[in-house]
């Protein structure tokens, strides 16, 4: 096995929490209803569009010519998109400074809209700490495209073989190996310790 060298984060659900739950339990109290609105008009597919770049006044249009009685709740997600954002899985904040004071490359690569990434960094400063950085909505490539990997890896100098990456969802994982990485899945910090650990990498703390 190739020694690691380079380490790349997920962000989302890897190092702060993400959770449209938390602001449209506020908005909308029925569990039934608020289902129903985040499976068939605030979609999955529908924000990762946002993350693929599409400029937020264009995702709310088309969201509300669909659903015009739900424009105010469609709106409230862009508007106030820092209550789905409340707070940082700390264990992993410190194994990332841990990874950089002992030396490793670590670069992050991240599904993310552009501006509310800039948004992000500024309420979580850590995010600034990173070599370098792959925003999905900056590049216009989303996970679990391959494109998004390589250009990473060509973007910031990276060898697959001696990169190991971290993200939540499991077909990000199976992009990052079909790409020539080293991925695991982030389940927990505890979990992530011992996966550094299979591959070498103790990490203080």
């Given at each position: 096995?190739?020694?690691?060298r380079h ?9 702060i929490?993400?959770d449209?739950e938390?602001?449209y339990g ?5 569990a039934a ?7 068939e ?6 924000n990762?569009?946002?993350d ?6 264009e995702a709310?249009a ?8 739900k424009?105010?709740?469609i709106?409230a997600w ?9 707070g940082?899985?700390?264990e992993?904040?410190d ?7 002992a030396?490793?490359d670590v670069?992050?690569l991240?599904n993310?809209?552009a501006?509310?990434?800039?948004e992000?960094?500024?309420r979580?400063p ?9 925003v999905?909505?900056?590049v216009?490539?989303?996970k679990?495209?391959?494109a998004?990997?390589?250009h ?5 100098g ?10 939540d ?8 190996r079909?790409a020539?990485w ?7 910090p ?8 299979r591959?070498g ?5």
């Amino acid at each position: 096995m190739t020694a690691i060298r380079h380490i790349v984060f997920d962000i989302g659900n890897v190092l702060i929490r993400w959770d449209p739950e938390r602001l449209y339990g506020r908005l909308i109290p029925d569990a039934a209803e608020r289902a129903r609105f985040l499976a068939e008009v605030c979609t999955h597919d529908w924000n990762l569009e946002q993350d693929r770049g599409r400029g937020w006044p264009e995702a709310e249009a088309e969201a509300i010519a669909l659903h015009p009685d739900k424009a105010d709740l469609i709106r409230a997600w862009r508007r106030d998109w820092h209550e789905m954002v409340p707070g940082s899985i700390e264990e992993t904040v410190d194994i990332l400074a841990a990874l950089i004071a002992a030396g490793y490359d670590v670069t992050a690569l991240t599904n993310f809209a552009a501006d509310t990434f800039v948004e992000a960094q500024a309420r979580f400063p850590y995010l600034t700490s990173f070599r370098a950085i792959t925003v999905s909505g900056a590049v216009r490539l989303v996970k679990p495209d391959i494109a998004i990997y390589d250009h990473h890896i060509a973007a910031h100098g990276l060898d697959p073989k001696a990169t190991l990456f971290f993200d939540d969802l499991p077909a990000n994982i199976a992009a990052a190996r079909a790409a020539g990485w080293n991925a695991e899945r982030f389940v927990d910090p505890a979990t992530m310790r011992a996966d550094l650990a299979r591959y070498g990498i103790a990490v203080a703390g």
